[in-house]
């Protein structure tokens, strides 16, 4: 099981990494008596307390006793190591995106449930009696699962000569501690931040966010249009339950307190943070360090100015982050491997905006099925309509129809309900036009059958 980064303060982490060699080797030889032992190893029967005199002495031992050093170092990257390393963890805005941890398994099964359709029948009830009390009537349930996806591992190795060389001075093993960590943490750190912007990349280009276009925010007055648009949007997603704005078209709603909004530094630089966080109903300082408003240094997708998201919408959990190592007697080296796993997935369900450039992109096909149906006057016939494009593009469509002979009352619904007039007769055309690029739309014909 996972554990979670523990969160200590930059006193605490600045007074750890300047410790002595001293401090550092008796904390780790005095970890079974306190209680707090990664590995078990009673050290203190092995090795006497160090000082500026027993240090050298103490790197003999190792020397002389390679399955010993490496339980010593196992303890000292989980116990010391890792501490330092959690600490730096939670300095990369991006973070602010994870859920949590995942304890259990390796898949989430994120639930989500539709509104119900009321019914409005009392009067027919007191006529006729209750005729419903008995009938099922299931849920519109929607699920996803998210997987771990992301499982790296960072190898580093350390000789003989590197070991020895640590126990000569009174900083020597914390420069050491602190030399293979942040080597490790770095590049892992580096690898996440990619993966995560790949995930806003992946999102943006596959119907995640609703995509709403407008100019880049460059100087006062588009800084201006800008701020204005992202208060409407957030309001518009607080108010009031759509479906538009999230892939699995959900009736959802997303608070105040769930949103977040995702700048690139450049767009960063061209707004003004208080009346930002004005939007969000939060002071300048609670919203930059809640979390509310996270930074990017530019964005993976070309067009991209900004997101407004729910904070769930990207499912992030850690999983596994914890270091291993063997001795390899052939060669006298120490091998270590640090683990990374995560889940870094997106949920369907969640409302998502992304801000973008007239050109990110545009849709370029709309095909309409079922097509080539026949339909019977006086019926209905459900149409959908797929979407494609580059880049970014919104897959909105609206419906239309036509035919010389439509009838009284052949209409469709916004979400492609056809309903045929029973004294329609002939051919209907069925239309579905691109919201996002309104030049663009598909078509396909109905024959009307006994009209």
């Not at 002495?57 to 010593?72: L, P, Y």
């Not at 990257?77 to 300095?91: A, L």
């Not at 052939?330 to 992304?354: C, D, K, Q, T």
């Not at 459900?382 to 897959?395: C, K, L, R, Y």
Request: a negative charge; hydrophobic letters at 40%.
């Amino acid at each position: 099981m996972a554990s979670k980064p523990k969160v200590i303060s930059e006193a605490q982490a600045s007074k750890l990494s300047a410790q002595t060699s001293y401090d550092i080797v008796n904390a780790v030889r005095n970890s079974r008596a306190n209680g707090t032992s990664f590995t078990g190893i009673d050290f203190a029967s092995r090795i006497p307390e160090c000082t500026q005199q027993t240090l050298s002495q103490i790197g003999e031992i190792f020397m002389g006793d390679g399955d010993f050093a490496n339980g010593f170092l196992k303890e000292l990257f989980n116990r010391v190591g890792m501490t330092i390393i959690n600490y730096r963890r939670f300095n990369n805005n991006l973070k602010a995106l994870k859920q949590g941890r995942l304890d259990f398994g390796e898949t989430i099964e994120e639930i989500a449930f539709d509104l119900i359709k009321g019914k409005c029948d009392y009067a027919a009830n007191i006529q006729d009696g209750v005729t419903d009390v008995f009938q099922i009537t299931l849920p519109a349930v929607q699920t996803a699962l998210h997987k771990v996806n992301f499982q790296q591992k960072y190898p580093y190795s350390i000789t003989r000569f590197e070991l020895r060389k640590a126990f000569t001075s009174e900083t020597s093993l914390g420069n050491f501690l602190e030399g293979v960590m942040t080597s490790s943490y770095n590049s892992y750190e580096v690898d996440e931040q990619l993966a995560y912007k790949n995930l806003m990349a992946e999102c943006a280009q596959n119907g995640f966010f609703l995509p709403i276009k407008m100019e880049m925010p460059e100087d006062e007055a588009t800084g201006k249009s800008f701020i204005k648009a992202v208060k409407r949007y957030s309001n518009v997603l607080s108010l009031s339950m759509h479906r538009e704005y999230n892939k699995a078209g959900l009736a959802q709603f997303t608070s105040k307190d769930d949103l977040v909004i995702i700048l690139s530094a450049e767009v960063d630089a061209s707004t003004e943070v208080d009346v930002l966080a004005a939007a969000f109903q939060a002071t300048a300082v609670d919203f930059v360090g809640s979390g509310k408003k996270i930074l990017v240094d530019e964005f993976p997708v070309e067009g991209l100015i900004a997101i407004v998201c729910d904070r769930r919408l990207f499912q992030i959990y850690d999983y596994d982050f914890s270091m291993d190592t063997i001795y390899n007697p052939s060669n006298r080296v120490w091998n270590y491997f640090l683990h990374v796993w995560e889940v870094i997935s997106a949920s369907p369900f969640m409302n998502g905006i992304a801000f973008v450039t007239d050109g990110a992109g545009e849709v370029t096909q709309i095909t309409v099925n079922p097509s080539g149906q026949s339909v019977a006057a006086g019926s209905s016939l459900q149409f959908t309509a797929e979407v494609t494009g580059t880049g970014i593009f919104g897959s909105g469509v609206t419906w239309s129809v036509a035919g010389d002979t439509l009838g009284t009352g052949t209409s469709i619904t916004s979400d492609g309900l056809l309903t045929v007039a029973a004294d329609a007769s002939g051919t209907i055309t069925v239309t579905a036009t691109s919201v996002y690029t309104p030049s663009i739309n598909g078509q396909t014909t109905v024959t009307v059958k006994g009209g």
